[in-house]
């Protein structure tokens, strides 16, 4: 697949390391593991989306906007790295976003993503739920457009036709960089939220003709939503390049055994998975995605419900400044 038809602006340092992880190996008595940063994007503290602003941000750039808007969770990381994408392009920003919990704490109203935010110059806009959302995206667009602005909408994690071409790229790296460590992975696993991630990297796979599995962990609602999700998205990377892409249902594997209570709220598996992590390789995950899934990871790594796994490979998706967000899970009570 072509992607220089596609508009694009250069967010990312560069390719992201792919990279062993010996001293998770060596804890889990296995075989060689592997970890794709994408925490090491370089926009705002890194993340997934920042591949995806790369094109969703081209393409509002392309059509002459001046001001993005956006939406997500008060700790989205999408809206974050969509803020410090406005900022470096000189464009204003607008995000709607509301509380995925009922009840949340102080440091989950002030910390995290929410201060980077608003340190990033984004214009906050709170609704009491994701539908409510869409009615005030829809207010804020043509509250701009009155005032003469050109409002550019990005969907939640740009996780449309357009915001996938990043992930489509993802795959097309990932392949040269393992063919560079000579390793040949059977899976791939990464969290799958708002689905773009996911499907975006499994169409590149496969317009690339690789057979690698891609596993998604759910980090909230169940499987088969979650597939609901990437087809969709599937189908509209089609429609946006005008490529078939041939991906079986069967190729769309989901697993929403690690999700917890829902998204937001931290799993003990998860907690477990984190800790592990940090104190073997010295690489922080979040609670909301990252840890859900590599608590996945090392699930299926145990048991091999997806079969025998060779050279499998960790997505690490971004999120670390949520984790400011949940000092009172991690640290409860605890002064120096």
């Not at 690489?283 to 995605?289: A, K, M, Q, T």
């Not at 590599?294 to 490979?313: E, I, W």
């Amino acid at each position: 697949m072509d992607l220089t038809a596609f508009p694009r602006v250069k967010l990312m340092h560069g390719d992201t390391p792919l990279h062993d992880l010996p001293g998770l190996g060596r804890a889990l008595g296995t075989q060689r593991l592997l970890i794709k940063r994408d925490d090491c994007t370089g926009l705002a503290f890194g993340g997934n989306k920042t591949r995806k602003l790369e094109f969703a941000l081209g393409e509002a750039l392309r059509r002459d906007a001046d001001v993005i808007i956006t939406t997500g969770a008060w700790q989205s990381n999408h809206v974050r790295q969509t803020a410090a994408a406005a900022a470096r392009l000189g464009l204003r920003c607008h995000a709607v976003v509301h509380s995925p919990l009922p009840a949340p704490g102080g440091d989950y109203r002030r910390s995290g993503n929410l201060l980077l935010d608003r340190l990033l110059g984004c214009t906050l806009h709170d609704v009491a739920s994701e539908e409510a959302g869409i009615e005030c995206i829809a207010a804020l667009a043509g509250r701009e457009a009155a005032t003469g602005a050109i409002p550019h909408v990005v969907t939640m994690g740009a996780s449309d036709g357009v915001g996938a071409l990043g992930y489509v790229a993802c795959a097309q790296e990932l392949l040269r960089q393992c063919r560079d460590i000579a390793a040949a992975p059977s899976h791939i696993v990464l969290a799958t939220g708002s689905a773009g991630t996911h499907a975006g990297l499994l169409a590149g796979l496969r317009v690339a003709g690789s057979d690698i599995a891609v596993v998604g962990i759910s980090v909230s609602e169940p499987a088969e939503s979650k597939r609901i999700r990437v087809r969709r998205v599937l189908d509209d990377l089609a429609r946006t390049t005008g490529t078939p892409v041939q991906v079986p249902d069967e190729a769309i594997v989901v697993l929403d055994d690690y999700a917890g209570q829902g998204y937001g709220v931290p799993t003990a598996a998860g907690d477990v998975a984190l800790r592990l992590l940090a104190r073997k390789e010295g690489i922080l995950l979040d609670p909301v995605y990252t840890a859900k899934a590599m608590s996945g990871f090392l699930d299926l790594l145990a048991h091999a419900r997806c079969g025998p796994m060779r050279d499998p490979v960790f997505l690490h998706t971004g999120g670390t400044p949520a984790l400011f967000a949940y000092l009172d899970h991690y640290l409860p009570g605890t002064a120096m």
